[in-house]
């Protein structure tokens, strides 16, 4: 069983920046973060492997988020940059099995309590 505690978030201008991060219990061979809006499904945002570090974007936020983590911390974080009022949502960091790194939310196992960011205009 993996816990995955999230942090950061809040209220935004739209062109500013927050930062999330996601601290990990465990080690899981990939990582994600993923949002939600009123009235949405929950949809991808980014995923990164943690070995490797590989990273892969939804085109909405490629070129102004980026997802990294720390090995030492067990940390995952999401850099978002250039806000737009469409980013607002609750995001919520997960945790995946499995090799390839997926987009898909039904591969994640492990979810975060989420936390809101809101972009005003």
């Known amino acids: 069983q993996v816990q995955l505690v999230q942090s950061g978030g809040g209220l935004v201008q739209a062109g500013g920046s927050l930062r999330l991060s996601c601290a990990a219990s465990?080690?899981?061979?990939?990582m994600g973060w993923f949002r939600q809006a009123p009235g949405n499904e929950r949809e991808f945002v980014a995923a990164?492997?943690?070995?490797?570090?590989?990273?892969y974007y939804a085109d909405s936020v490629k070129g102004r988020f980026t997802i990294s983590r720390d090995n030492a911390k067990n940390t995952m974080y999401l850099q978002m940059n250039a806000l737009k009022p469409e980013d607002t949502a609750v995001y919520y960091c997960?945790?995946?099995?499995?090799?390839?790194?997926?987009?898909?939310?039904?591969?994640?196992?492990?979810w975060g309590q989420g936390t809101q960011v809101t972009v005003s205009s």
């Open positions: 990164i492997t943690w070995s490797a570090g590989i990273t």
């Open positions: 997960a945790a995946a099995n499995g090799v390839l790194i997926t987009t898909f939310r039904n591969e994640y196992v492990y």
């Open positions: 465990g080690r899981t061979p990939k």
